[in-house]
């Protein structure tokens, strides 16, 4: 059971170039997000979904696409690279969104950096 | 809408010091209250929870009591170790909402 895994774990892109940052989780929960953490600001929801096929958008979604083909992953897309973008991206996952105990399991994080 | 507040950090113990992380948070209707914990160059992991007033949650010798009254759920541990050191996370999540984090209160214990 590796949990939740993401690749790659540091990546360097110019401004302007697009990138997937993947996500994958093997527990089979419904719920997945995207964060990310910024100094200072805490975790910002990106995007998330609450199964297969269904897509929503979090607090700071510009920039971004997602879609959840499977269960299992949940990939981010970062259609033109801007620096802002520069941060530290954590994918999560839950059972359910539904439920008020549900805790979320972390990834390890990508460290993007834009030039 | 909702929100969580913590303390500004970072916060510097000697090991064996008493520990003291406040949270408060703002939400409608009744959340339940998290703490994760970050350690360096890893992901978030849950260190402890609570889902109703008065609750209280422990873990790995730290505790948190959830305070309705005053919409607080302060992390505290005894006596704190080198391990300890990382960075945590105050956390609120609503029946069918998304979690609501705090910034994040980095934490060091020195030998």
């Known amino acids: 059971n590796a949990g939740v895994t993401q690749t790659p774990k540091f990546q360097v892109l110019k401004t302007g170039q697009s990138m997937t940052l993947q996500c994958a989780q093997d527990?089979?929960?419904?719920?997945m997000s995207w964060y990310r953490q910024d100094p200072g600001m805490g975790l910002r929801l990106i995007h998330y979904s609450v199964g297969a096929g269904i897509t929503d958008q979090g607090e700071v979604p510009n920039g971004y696409n997602v879609s959840r083909s499977t269960t299992e992953d949940f990939p981010l897309r970062l259609l033109s690279a801007a620096p802002s973008q520069t941060s530290v991206y954590f994918c999560?996952?839950?059972?359910?969104?539904?439920?008020?105990?549900?805790?979320?399991?972390f990834g390890p994080g990508t460290r993007l950096l834009v030039l | 809408g909702d929100s969580v507040t913590q303390m500004e950090g970072p916060v510097t113990l000697s090991e064996e010091a008493f520990l003291t992380i406040n949270c408060t948070y703002t939400a409608t209707g009744y959340p339940s209250l998290f703490w994760y914990v970050q350690y360096p160059g890893e992901g978030l992991q849950l260190l402890l929870k609570a889902t109703k007033a008065d609750d209280k949650g422990s873990n790995k010798g730290f505790e948190a009591t959830y305070r309705k009254e005053t919409t607080s759920f302060h992390l505290e541990k005894g006596s704190v170790q080198v391990s300890d050191s990382a960075v945590y996370f105050c956390a609120l999540v609503r029946y069918g909402q998304n979690f609501v984090f705090g910034p994040g209160t980095r934490l060091s214990v020195l030998p």
């Open positions: 999560a996952s839950s059972y359910s969104s539904a439920g008020t105990q549900e805790t979320q399991y």
């Open positions: 527990m089979n929960h419904e719920y």
